[in-house]
């Protein structure tokens, strides 16, 4: 149908609507204060038509951002009505049930006018590395005790901002300029977006972008709905133990294929826990959906249409429908296990394209301390850099070493880590072997050992999953080395929970390998050739294979 | 090759560049400019280009003792980069971060697809060796060096057939006493390897980008050093005796000597060209703020040129393994003229995507088998295709009438996009998309650089730009296209325009304020002398200019905005004038400063340059005659959405003064230049053409 001339200016605005928000997205990286944001690319941004649905994100983004903002921007229009906006006015909230599942993920919104008219609205979401608080960790045992709320209010109105509300803000967190300035970014951000959308309108004749947002998503709803009626209809069950904070956690999936729908219910997974790790609605849909559609339509661009077809239902109270008032500042180390567990499901319909299990959480170094070895009295820090481990092997592939999946966030250099805190990280390498053996083996993890600059002691926030239960291989293929948590000196570490790491000592990780596919002795010579020429794999596997 | 100055006393210049396809040269003496354009010859690519400078000469009725400057610049680098065809290279880092190369970003490119592939390290994990030793941030040692495992790395090297090794320390821009420890130990156990040292090639904070471009600079070095060398003497042989020069990524001339030492700094000279191209049209024309469109077979760059210099990156990624998706390359941190290249040209091939969404690029149909109009076997429907078939281009007169094009085979390729379509509509579809990609890379671009678009003018050459320059800048809302003489090479002539120069950057990190004046003046001062002697050896006669720039953020964030600063001691009282123009460049691009918070400065750039090429002015002519067109053709007008009646000239009959009216098709024998209707076109005083809107008058009928 593109022989015709409307559709040909609609697919234009289409293309240039992706640009819109790259853009934004672009504009928050460089702007941003928090390491999360300006080098990690952990944010989305994404334009929506005047009835709050998605119509265009940045690829930059993180699923559970994205996905997540998708739901949110209607509790922005239910609780400020279009007809009450006006030009100038920007809107904030962190609310982790309206949006995107801790008080860390910070949302705004922002209306377009056009003549005086409502044509679009925009909006970001950005990790916020400083929200007051105990700091992101699994350690609060209500929302109360994880840093600031901010309900949904209006953070600009015509133009001024709320320094009401920015005073609060900053009284409440430690780095009160910074947050400042992450928040102006945000604003920076929307109006780079408003102003490019309103230029594209204004070209193409548009009142609103509701004409051409309508023909996007029918036609990504149509793409989706195709490629799901492609599948066998049917229903697949998967369960999924994960470590848990103290005590295992059992998380139960089916999903069901009908009908150009998939529709996913968690019955049957545990109960929410009093301890930070716990999911919301909006998260736990974000990530189910994120694995599905990246094996069952990752070219459709993502939005409302594309989107529509995927329905997720859990149990209210349970930990991936948590309600207030429980903790969810750690909420990833749940949500971002949900892929896999969607893999369990889709692997017994669409084997042939389903990966196996990685490992799948973010193993992030969140380290707190202080050091007065500089002579230039107390210095306190507050640091995170984020590390991978494995993903699980693909079909007619190897796992990806070392690689953010689900998450899309990238990792910090070393160098600039160490410039902005006083600690020095002693090594940072692939974790050898620790990839499932398979025909197509599972990623390698890797290995990162931290100490204090001065040899002063620390803090740490733990928050490590597949500690205790690693990743499955599949058809034969091995499973993923699980990760391990301990000091240099030798004792182990909980992987869970806030822990000092003592003078002179060193925290060491190993981040946790993808599972393999496949019997490992079908594996193509060359290629397990080449793995141990390089040394990445050795003892293990060739164990494994002499077991068979 | 004598290290004479540029002999003034001699005529001619000669600039080549060796390109993927076709090397092409340029002979300049006085006002008469030769060209031609050979196939490359990979065997041995200083073959094309001596055979072109022979047959140049032999048009000129020159000799070899009459040129007094030559100027070379070569995408062998780039392609032993894509091709993976360079040394075998070790990389000897730190303990505890073998896999840096390796792990990146630990990111993907793509969010979606489960099927990425990582682009695997020109060092692979066995040739990455790792010796004990550390430096803290501030620069002090944590650990000493380990020796010992030096020389055992040396063994293994050795052992391996290693032609080349790079090596890495972590923090080696604030320490490289390591480094150069190390490389001392290895030269002297491997006399014949090359060795590339991170503090030398790309002293900058994030060991990743530094590693992969000093890994790069060593895969590379052994392949342009003998190609170098080799060129040196068959040119000596052929008893040219002038300087010769190697245009650099960053759009600056540099010593032979030079390039073969850190060859990375060559990988995007051929566009670097381009833009120094369009700088000088800029200068010739006093056009401050302008747009450069190079737009060829396979890609499309865009580059902004203000008060005549191209702007300037300090980095950039190569050999992207999914073409041009960002993230998928090596990232190489060197100075570079600052462009985006997307996979839009004249052979990029139009498809649907799974939504049914219109696709141009990246895939292009190159040269073989070509458009499907070419009938060559091509099938596939391509920008070329839809251009014949909307009428831009005559069937009978491309490429100066050596190939005859099909109109027939390029509707039967479009209507695979929609059997059932119209062809020229789907032509247009074609068009306006791939319009639309490099309309939109070009807003992207300027978001990034803080940059406005609609008060610039564009310049288009490259033989597919002038085809859609007009339409692009209707959607860009440019108001004024020029489309210069030569463009079919305009590289080469653009090497001819380029100042011998040098640039250093050096990561030091300083609070505005704060300001170690002592160290910084000092760290400055050496940088500046580096530079300073580099460009003497190449230019010793002529007059150097020295511009040095701070790189800036507020504390805490991550990217730096650039700020130039005075070229001399830094005194305390420059700190506040620091500041301000930190603070107004701020708010230019992000809308408002953040008062309260402190400033700091990260890295420190000297750039120095001598012999900048001055135009010759020439005075503006005006209108001075009204030209008619003799022919019409029948032609799709993207912005009326419909067909319009085109007038048609021949570029050669055109003479500075005369002027048209749009809509207009002007031939000449490489391309054709598309004037749209709400465009006048003149000639100026240069023989360019110069596409106008005119004023809106009321609604267009």
Redesign the interface.
């Known amino acids: 149908m593109i022989g015709r001339l409307d559709d040909l200016r609609r697919q234009v605005m289409w293309t240039r609507l992706i640009a819109i928000v790259e853009e934004q997205a672009q504009t928050l990286m460089r702007t941003a204060f928090s390491t999360t944001v300006r080098d990690a690319g952990d944010l989305s941004a994404a334009v929506f038509d005047t009835q709050g649905r998605m119509i265009a994100e940045a690829v930059t983004g993180t699923p559970g951002h994205v996905n997540s903002m998708a739901e949110g921007v209607k509790h922005f229009l239910a609780k400020f009505p279009p007809e009450t906006m006006r030009e100038g006015d920007h809107f904030i909230t962190n609310d982790p049930w309206l949006t995107a599942g801790h008080l860390h993920d910070v949302t705004v919104v922002s209306p377009v006018f056009l003549d005086g008219r409502l044509a679009a609205l925009v909006g970001c979401c950005c990790h916020q590395l400083d929200i007051g608080g105990l700091g992101q960790g699994p350690d609060g045992r209500s929302i109360f005790e994880e840093g600031l709320q901010i309900p949904l209010l209006k953070l600009a109105s015509a133009g001024e901002l709320n320094e009401t509300l920015l005073e609060m803000l900053r009284q409440n967190v430690r780095t009160p300029m910074q947050v400042e300035g992450d928040v102006l970014s945000y604003i920076a951000s929307n109006e780079t977006g408003a102003r490019r959308l309103r230029d594209m309108l204004v070209e193409f004749g548009q009142a609103t972008l509701d004409g051409v947002g309508d023909y996007i998503l029918e036609q990504s709803l149509a793409a989706t709905r195709a490629a799901i009626e492609a599948l066998p209809d049917g229903a697949w069950s998967s369960e999924l133990v994960l470590d848990g904070y103290d005590a295992p956690i059992t998380l139960c999936a089916r999903l069901t294929i009908r009908g150009g729908e998939m529709i996913v219910d968690f019955a049957g997974t545990d109960p929410a826990v009093p301890h930070g790790i716990n999911v919301v609605m909006n998260y736990c849909r974000a990530y189910a959906v994120f694995g599905l559609k990246c094996v069952v339509a990752p070219d459709v661009p993502n939005n409302y249409g594309a989107l529509k077809p995927f329905r997720v239902e859990a149990p209210a109270g349970c930990i991936l429908n948590v309600q207030r008032p429980m903790p969810v500042a750690a909420r990833h180390v749940v949500g971002q296990m949900l892929p896999d567990l969607m893999f369990g499901c889709l692997s017994q319909a669409l084997p042939e394209r389903t990966p196996a299990e990685g490992s799948s959480c973010l193993w992030s170094v969140q380290l707190r301390g202080e050091t007065q070895a500089r002579g230039a009295g107390v210095e306190r820090f507050d640091t995170v850099f984020f590390n991978s481990g494995g993903s699980g092997a693909r079909p007619g592939l190897d796992g990806l070493d070392a690689t953010a999946f689900p998450s899309g966030v990238r990792a910090m250099p070393v160098e600039v880590t160490e410039a902005g805190a006083p600690i020095v990280i002693w090594r940072k390498e692939l974790w050898a072997d620790s990839g499932g053996g398979g025909r197509y083996r599972g990623g390698l993890g890797q290995v990162v050992e931290v100490g204090g600059r001065f040899g002063d002691g620390f803090e740490v926030l733990a928050m490590y999953e597949r500690v205790a239960n690693p990743a499955r291989g599949r058809d034969g293929g091995q499973d993923g080395a699980a990760g391990t948590v301990s000091l240099a000196s030798g004792a182990p570490l909980r992987a869970k929970g806030l822990q000092r790491i003592p003078a002179g000592d060193r925290l060491v990780l190993k981040v946790p390998g993808g599972a393999g596919l496949g019997d490992p002795a079908e594996r193509a010579a060359e290629d397990l050739a080449r793995d141990v020429e390089d040394g990445l794999v050795g003892a293990r596997v060739a164990s494994g294979l002499a077991d068979r | 090759m004598a290290r004479s100055g540029v002999n003034i006393g001699r005529r001619a210049r000669i600039g080549s560049d060796i390109g993927g396809t076709f090397t092409d040269i340029v002979l300049e003496d006085g006002e008469r400019r030769f060209s031609t354009k050979r196939l490359t010859t990979y065997d041995a690519p200083e073959r094309a280009l001596l055979e072109g400078v022979a047959e140049l000469l032999t048009q000129a009725g020159l000799s070899p003792a009459d040129v007094g400057l030559m100027v070379h610049g070569t995408t062998l680098a780039t392609n032993a980069l894509i091709s993976r065809r360079g040394a075998v290279t070790g990389f000897l880092t730190t303990?505890?971060?073998?896999?840096?190369l390796?792990?990146g970003?630990?990111?993907?490119f793509?969010?979606?697809?489960?099927?990425?592939?990582?682009p695997a390290p020109l060092a692979?994990?066995?040739l990455r060796l790792t010796a004990g030793g550390?430096v803290?941030?501030d620069g002090e040692v944590?650990a000493p060096l380990d020796e010992a495992a030096v020389e055992r790395a040396a063994e293994a090297f050795a052992a391996a057939g290693v032609e080349s090794v790079a090596i890495g320390f972590?923090?080696s821009y604030a320490h490289s006493a390591h480094e150069r420890a190390a490389a001392a130990i290895l030269a002297e156990r491997l006399p014949q390897v090359s060795l590339s040292l991170s503090s030398e090639v790309s002293p900058e904070?994030?060991?990743?980008?530094r590693f992969s471009t000093t890994v790069a600079n060593a895969y590379v070095r052994p392949l342009m050093d003998a190609y170098l060398r080799r060129l040196e003497r068959r040119l000596a042989q052929a008893a040219f005796d002038c300087p010769l020069f190697l245009m650099l990524s960053s759009g600056g001339l540099t010593s032979l000597d030079t390039a073969a030492r850190f060859p990375v700094r060559l990988v995007e000279s051929g566009p670097a060209g381009g833009a120094i191209f369009a700088a000088s049209v800029a200068a010739e024309r006093g056009v401050e703020r302008m747009l450069a469109l190079d737009v060829g077979g396979t890609t499309a760059k865009i580059c902004f040129i203000d008060d005549g210099r191209p702007q300037m990156s300090q980095g950039f990624e190569v050999a992207r393994v999914h073409r041009f998706r960002k993230g998928s390359g090596l990232p190489l941190r060197i100075p570079v003229v600052e462009m985006v290249e997307i996979g839009a040209g004249g052979g990029s091939i139009a498809h649907?995507?799974?939504?049914?969404?219109?696709n141009v690029g990246p895939q292009s149909a190159a040269s073989e088998p070509g458009p499907a109009c070419y009938g060559r076997g091509g099938t596939e429907p391509t920008v070329t295709d839809a251009d014949l078939v909307m009428g831009r281009v005559d069937p009978e007169a491309f490429a100066a009438g050596t190939l005859s094009l099909d109109p027939a085979a390029a509707e039967t390729a479009l209507r695979k996009?929609?059997p059932?379509?119209?062809a020229r509509?789907?032509a247009?579809?074609v068009s306006?998309?791939v319009d639309?990609?490099m309309a939109?890379?070009t807003?992207?671009h300027a978001?990034?650089q803080g940059a406005a678009v609609e008060d610039r003018t564009m310049v288009a050459f490259g033989g597919a730009a002038p085809l859609h320059a007009g339409r692009i800048a209707e959607?860009l809302g440019v108001a004024r296209v020029i489309v210069p003489r030569g463009a079919g090479v305009g590289s080469a002539v653009g090497f001819l325009r380029a100042p011998i120069g040098y640039e250093i950057s050096r990561s030091r990190?300083e609070r505005l304020g704060q300001v170690d004046l002592g160290g910084v003046n000092a760290m400055l001062a050496e940088m500046s002398e580096t530079a300073h002697g580099l460009v003497r050896q190449g230019a010793p006669a002529a007059e150097r200019s020295e511009r040095r720039t701070a790189y800036a953020r507020?504390v805490?964030?991550?990217?730096e905005i650039s700020v130039e600063i005075p070229a001399r001691m830094l005194g305390v009282g420059d700190e506040a004038v620091l500041l301000e123009i930190f603070e107004s460049a701020y708010r230019r691009q992000?809308?408002?400063t953040?008062p309260?918070?402190p400033i700091e400065i990260l890295t420190w750039r000297v750039n120095v340059s001598a012999g900048a090429w001055a135009p010759q002015l020439r005075e503006p002519v005006g209108r001075l005659r009204e030209i008619t067109p003799s022919t019409w053709r029948e032609v799709f007008d993207p912005a009326a959405?419909a067909v319009r009646s085109y007038g048609v000239v021949r570029r050669e009959t055109l003479s500075p003064g005369d002027w048209l009216r749009g809509p207009l098709l002007v031939v000449e024998d490489q391309t054709t230049t598309v004037a749209p209707a709400a465009f006048d076109v003149s000639v100026d005083a240069y023989g360019y053409l110069v596409l106008d809107r005119r004023p809106a008058t009321g609604a267009p009928s």
């Open positions: 303990e505890g971060f073998r896999d840096v390796e792990m970003s630990e990111s993907r793509d969010q979606y697809d489960l099927s990425i592939a990582k692979p994990r066995r550390r803290a941030a944590l972590l923090h904070i994030r060991e990743y980008e649907l995507d799974r939504v049914g969404r219109l996009l929609d059932a379509g119209d509509l789907l247009f579809g306006e998309i639309e990609a939109s890379a807003r992207a978001v990034e959607k990190r507020y805490g964030q991550g990217y992000y809308g408002r953040i309260q918070l959405g």
